[in-house]
C-alpha cells in the first residue's frame, strides 16, 4: 500500500477541520504510506475559507480538495458520495473514513494500517470502547444498538471511522445500502471484517451537530437497510400472536359454554373482542409492512456510484503534490515487515 485517500464530511465545522488538516499532516509524517484528503463539504451555510489557514504550510500530506455539494444531503450520504469519487479517481490503495470534529483521532490511523498486515482486500473498522458524549447520549445509543440486535439479529458495534482496501471500496459504491448508512452497508455487504478497539476522542471545538432527533434518524436509516429481515421478524411474531388468540378465543369460549357457573357475565365477550382488535391491529400491521417493502422492490434503488455526480457542485483543490517523490515514502508492506 502506498496511496491513501481520507473521506471526511464536513457541514459547518471547519474550525475542527482546521486543527484535524495540521493533526493529520503531524500523523502523516510517521506513516509509511503517502495521504490525501477528500472533504466533502455537505451544504455547508458557512465558507470554509474563514475558518481555514494558510495550508502551504503543510508538509507531509500529498493532496488536500474541497468536494463542494449543492445541499445538505446528511452525513451518510456525504461519505457515500467522497467514497464514489474516490472510486472513480482510481489513484489510491485505501480509503479512511472519519469524521472531521476530533472524535475520530488522526494518531489512530497508523494502528488501523497495522492491524491490515499484509492484506489486500480488506476491512478494518474502529470499534468504540470509551466515548465522550453526554449520559443522554451514551444511553440513546445503547438503546439503537439494542433495537438494532432486535430487529435484524446482527451487532453494531461500530461507526464510520473505518478503513477499506480499493477493491472493498469499488464493491461497497456498488451498493444501494451505503446511500442511507455506511455501517449496516458494510455488514450487508458481507465484508471481511476486523475491528480494533478505540476510544473515542473530544472535539476540537464547537458543539456535536448530533441531536435526538439527527441520532434517531440516523438509527432507523441504518435499520432500514435490513428493511427485509425485519419484516421475516415481524410475519413470525404475527403467526405468533395469531396463534395465542385462536387459542386463548378457544378457551374462553370453552370456559363460557361448558363451566358457566365460575364465569363472570361478559367476561368472555369482553376477553374475545379484545383479542379480536389486538389481532387485527397486527394483521393491519403486517400487511401494510408487505405491500410496502413489496413496492420498494419494484422501485428504482439509488446506486451511489450511478447517482452522485448530480449532487456535486465543483471541486476544489487547496493543495496539491506535496511528496513529488511516489518512492519518497517505503510501502506499507515494507515498514511492516
Not at 493533526?23 to 510517521?30: C, T, W
Not at 451518510?76 to 479512511?96: P, S, T, Y
Not at 471500496?169 to 471481511?192: E, F, G, T, Y
Amino acid at each position: 500500500m502506498q496511496r491513501l485517500r481520507l473521506v471526511v464530511p464536513v457541514f459547518n465545522d471547519w474550525a475542527s477541520f482546521n486543527i484535524l488538516i495540521r493533526e493529520l499532516d503531524r500523523v502523516a509524517a510517521d506513516l509509511p504510506v503517502r495521504m490525501a484528503v477528500s472533504v466533502v463539504n455537505d451544504g455547508s451555510t458557512h465558507s470554509p475559507e474563514a475558518d481555514l489557514d494558510d495550508l502551504s504550510t503543510l508538509k507531509n500530506l500529498e493532496a488536500v480538495e474541497i468536494i463542494h455539494l449543492y445541499s445538505n444531503v446528511g452525513h451518510q450520504r456525504a461519505i457515500a458520495i467522497g467514497l464514489c469519487v474516490a472510486a472513480e479517481d482510481d489513484n489510491f490503495d485505501a480509503a479512511l473514513v472519519m469524521d472531521a470534529d476530533g472524535e475520530d483521532s488522526p494518531d489512530v490511523i497508523g494502528q488501523l494500517l497495522e492491524t491490515v498486515g499484509n492484506g489486500k482486500d480488506f476491512c478494518v473498522v474502529a470499534r468504540r470502547r470509551r466515548r465522550s458524549e453526554n449520559l443522554t447520549f451514551k444511553l440513546s445509543y445503547l438503546i439503537y444498538k439494542f433495537a438494532f440486535r432486535m430487529l435484524t439479529g446482527k451487532q453494531i458495534a461500530f461507526g464510520n471511522f473505518s478503513l477499506f482496501s480499493r477493491s472493498c471500496v469499488k464493491r461497497l459504491v456498488r451498493v444501494s445500502d451505503l446511500w442511507n448508512n455506511l455501517p449496516a452497508a458494510v455488514l450487508r455487504s458481507r465484508l471481511p471484517i476486523r475491528a480494533l478497539p478505540v476510544d473515542r476522542a473530544h472535539r476540537y471545538a464547537g458543539k456535536s451537530k448530533m441531536n435526538m432527533t439527527s441520532l434517531v434518524v440516523h438509527g432507523f436509516s441504518g435499520i432500514s437497510v435490513y428493511a427485509e429481515t425485519i419484516f421475516v421478524r415481524l410475519l413470525f411474531v404475527t403467526l405468533a400472536l395469531v396463534s395465542l388468540s385462536t387459542v386463548s378465543i378457544a378457551v374462553v369460549l370453552t370456559l363460557r359454554l361448558f363451566f358457566p357457573l365460575h364465569a363472570t357475565p361478559g367476561w368472555a365477550t369482553t376477553v374475545s373482542f379484545g383479542m379480536i382488535i389486538i389481532l387485527v391491529q397486527v394483521l393491519s400491521i403486517t400487511l401494510s409492512s408487505i405491500l410496502m417493502l413489496l413496492n420498494s422492490r419494484v422501485q428504482r434503488l439509488i446506486v451511489p456510484l450511478a447517482d452522485y455526480k448530480c449532487f456535486i457542485d465543483y471541486r476544489q483543490q487547496l493543495l496539491n503534490d506535496v511528496q513529488d517523490s511516489e518512492t519518497s515514502r517505503p510501502a506499507l508492506n515494507e515498514r511492516l515487515a
